[in-house]
Nanobody
């Protein structure tokens, strides 16, 4: 079974930075697309950023120029560098991966448990 574990969340002041990590573990899989989503208080979950296996990236308009997504394929890990944080960035951040399961020749979407990011003004 593939597992995704996020880390790096915490409490920071506006203008500060955080770096989130998401590590995938298990056997018999490869990661196609990795994404970061977030869900703020009273809001729906939204896509923040994505990165393909080839390194192509996309960002939500609200975080362009402030957040950077990257991945280390050898470590099966995706990162989200968050700079110039704003109070409206406060949310639970979730890692999501489209995973190719080699033993069954299928693609399954996995989610991490989430990590809390709180930005104070």
């Amino acid at each position: 079974q593939v597992q995704l574990v996020e880390s790096g969340g915490g409490l920071v002041q506006a203008g500060g930075s955080l770096r989130l990590s998401c590590a995938a573990s298990g056997r018999g899989f490869s990661i196609n697309v990795m994404r970061w989503h977030r869900q703020g208080p009273g809001k729906q979950r939204e896509l923040v950023a994505s990165i393909t296996s080839g390194g192509s990236t996309n960002y939500a308009d609200s975080v362009k120029g402030r957040f950077t997504i990257s991945r280390d394929n050898a470590k099966n890990t995706v990162y989200l560098q968050m700079d110039s944080l704003k109070p409206e960035d406060t949310a639970v951040y979730y890692c999501n991966a489209d995973t190719w399961l080699t033993y069954s020749s299928t693609t399954v979407s996995y989610w991490g448990q989430g990590t809390q990011v709180t930005v104070s003004s």
